[in-house]
T-cell receptor, first 108, second 112 residues
Framework: AQRVTQPEKLLSVFKGAPVELKCNYS??????LFWYVQYSRQRLQLLLR??SRESIKGFTADLNKGETSFHLKKPFAQEEDSAMYYC??????????FGKGTRLSVIA | GAGVSQSPSNKVTEKGKDVELRCDPI?????LYWYRQSLGQGLEFLIY????????KSGLPSDRFSAERTGGSVSTLTIQRTQQEDSAVYLC??????????FGPGTRLTVL
């Protein structure tokens, strides 16, 4: 069965510190992996997807098929990064399967 | 252009009543999705419409839940005989082909 696991419900880091939000998945096919972000009082929005291999707002994520992981990283956290982050997978235009989310709190 | 819109933004109802939630997808998007966001459960898929194909209803939690998509555009999610465990934020998303899903602001449903 498809499953996305985000082991941390809450992650607190100091401003300027590196941050890594963990995501592991189980899927038998060739999924596409995503990170979505929801800032306070805003709608859920796409942060990045593995096929684009972009860096958005300083965040990067590398798909590791051997470890079935797609961890989200940023070298220097900013206060405005505080938000709820969801890892998700899909194949083609199928519905997204989401992890339960990690709340990132960046402390000044 | 306008993004995905949903109405109402908030809905408070009494246990046992029926509710209808509306989603207006981005014009031209062929796929429409309903998800539910609740505490402790994260985001769960409910139902998915793709073009004129039969909808994928595999995520609906019970037969009290149903959805329609009229004219390949607007969608309505109906919950009959609401229960307290139906309280959640109901999110709609749309996409074109296999591209990015764009989410609406959600409808917060509270069942008393």
């Amino acid at each position: 069965a498809q499953r996305v696991t985000q082991p941390e419900k809450l992650l607190s880091v100091f401003k300027g510190a590196p941050v890594e939000l963990k995501c592991n998945y189980s899927y038998s096919g060739s999924p596409e992996l995503f990170w979505y972000v929801q800032y306070s009082r805003q709608r859920l929005q796409l942060l990045l997807r593995h096929i684009s291999r972009e860096s958005i707002k300083g965040f990067t994520a590398d798909l590791n098929k051997g470890e079935t992981s797609f961890h989200l990283k940023k070298p220097f956290a900013q206060e405005e990064d505080s938000a709820m982050y969801y890892c998700a997978l899909s194949e083609g235009n199928t519905p997204l399967v989401f992890g339960k989310g990690t709340r990132l709190s960046v402390i000044a | 252009g306008a993004g995905v819109s949903q109405s109402p933004s908030n809905k408070v109802t009494e246990k046992g009543k029926d509710v209808e939630l509306r989603c207006d997808p981005i014009s031209g998007h062929t796929a429409l999705y309903w998800y539910r966001q609740s505490l402790g459960q994260g985001l769960e898929f409910l139902i998915y419409f793709q073009g004129n194909s039969a909808p994928d209803k595999s995520g609906l939690p019970s037969d009290r839940f149903s959805a329609e998509r009229t004219g390949g555009s607007v969608s309505t999610l109906t919950i009959q005989r609401t229960q307290q465990e139906d309280s959640a934020v109901y999110l709609c998303a749309s996409s074109f082909g296999g591209n990015e899903q764009f989410f609406g602001p959600g409808t917060r449903l509270t069942v008393l």
